[in-house]
Structures are given as C-alpha cells and as structure tokens.
Nanobody, 126 residues
Framework: QVQLEESGGGLVQTGGSLRVSCAAS????????VAWFRQAPGKEREWIAA????????YYGDSMKGRFTISADKGKSTVYLQMDSLTPEDTAVYCC???????????????????WGPGTQVTVDS
C-alpha cells in the first residue's frame, strides 16, 4: 500500500506560479511511475504530466506542455509539479497518483495508477 499526500496548494493571482508536492508516507517513490492529474468542478479528471518509473523521462498532456513541469528530488522521495502563468481556468484539485505497473503507453490514463492522494486545492484568482 502506498499512501500519497499532496501539499503546496493555495490561492494565487493570475499570471503567478505555484509548486505542489507529492510524497509517499514512509517510503520513496523510486520504482513507481508518478503522475499529476487535476479536476475542476463539473469537469472530468484531466491528466497533466507523468514521471517514468526510472525518473529519467517526463511526459505531458498536449495542452499542458510549456506551463507545467514535473520533477522529483534525488531519491524520488518527493515529486513536484511546477505551474507557471496560471489562469483562473487552472483552478482545480490537483492530485498525484503512483503505480508500479504503468506502461509508457498508459502514463496518461487514470486507470493505470493504483494509488492516489486526496488532492490539494489550487485556486487562481482573477
């Protein structure tokens, strides 16, 4: 069992930046693919980015490239999502997910991940 917890959400002004973090309780995420998703009110959960199991490759949803950056610290104890040039349309609950059986072709698919954090709210104020 992997217990994930996100942190770093909050209120930010339009055009601002924010970095959210994802950590696993009592363990590192080494060997796990880790992804960030978001869900806005009334909308489906949307994939943002993923970090491969080895941590050597990053992947992004088509509409997420350029403003979002996924990374991890050495040892992969924490996975980050840096968000820049935020707009009110980025307001959502941001969740991280992890899986140890995620193929390269399924990194953007919700069903590929076995463990999910509760999410952290990001609100972009106009």
């Amino acid at each position: 069992q992997v217990q994930l917890e996100e942190s770093g959400g909050g209120l930010v002004q339009t055009g601002g930046s924010l970095r959210v973090s994802c950590a696993a309780s009592g363990r590192t995420l080494s060997g796990y693919a880790v992804a960030w998703f978001r869900q806005a009110p009334g909308k489906e959960r949307e994939w943002i980015a993923a970090l491969s199991r080895t941590g050597s490759s990053t992947y992004y949803g088509d509409s997420m490239k350029g403003r979002f950056t996924i990374s991890a610290d050495k040892g992969k104890s924490t996975v980050y999502l840096q968000m820049d040039s935020l707009t009110p349309e980025d307001t959502a609950v941001y969740c991280c997910a992890a899986g140890n059986r995620v193929s390269a072709s399924s990194l953007g698919k919700r069903g590929a991940y076995d463990w999910w954090g509760p999410g952290t709210q990001v609100t972009v104020d106009s």
